[in-house]
């Protein structure tokens, strides 16, 4: 084998490398993407559990000190305040989350 194909040899190896190097970057930029959109969707939970679930769980306990109270009145003004104060937590969350998608948009 000749001098001059030797390097021919290099020069197809090496080509094909950079083929396969090429190939890896777009995985890594496809799994970078990937992670990206991971890390939102665990913010939005995140987000969700902190302002909504934690806060209506703890409303939902301190509700329930309320047991000595007359159970038929207890029940009925707490049960609507509660949902009132939960339905309110909820658009709170979507109206921030609204505003997330915007500001990603923007």
């Known amino acids: ?14 080509q094909g490398m950079e083929t396969k190097m090429q ?3 777009t995985k890594m930029q496809i799994m970078e993407n990937d992670l990206q959109e991971v890390k939102q969707k665990t913010t939005n939970i995140d987000i969700t559990l902190e302002n ?3 806060v209506n769980i703890r409303r939902i306990a301190e509700g329930h000190l309320d047991i000595s109270r007359n159970l038929h009145d207890a029940l009925k003004i707490d049960s609507e305040k509660e949902m ?14 609204i505003k997330q998608r915007l500001d990603q948009i923007a």
């Not at 084998?1 to 090496?14: A, C, G, N, Y």
């Not at 009132?84 to 989350?97: F, P, W």
């Open 1 to 14: 084998m000749t001098d001059s194909e030797k390097l021919d040899l290099i020069l197809s190896k090496m």
């Open 23 to 25: 190939g890896m970057e």
């Open 84 to 97: 009132m104060v939960i339905r309110v937590n909820m658009l709170e969350s979507e109206l921030r989350r």
């Open 52 to 54: 909504e679930i934690r």
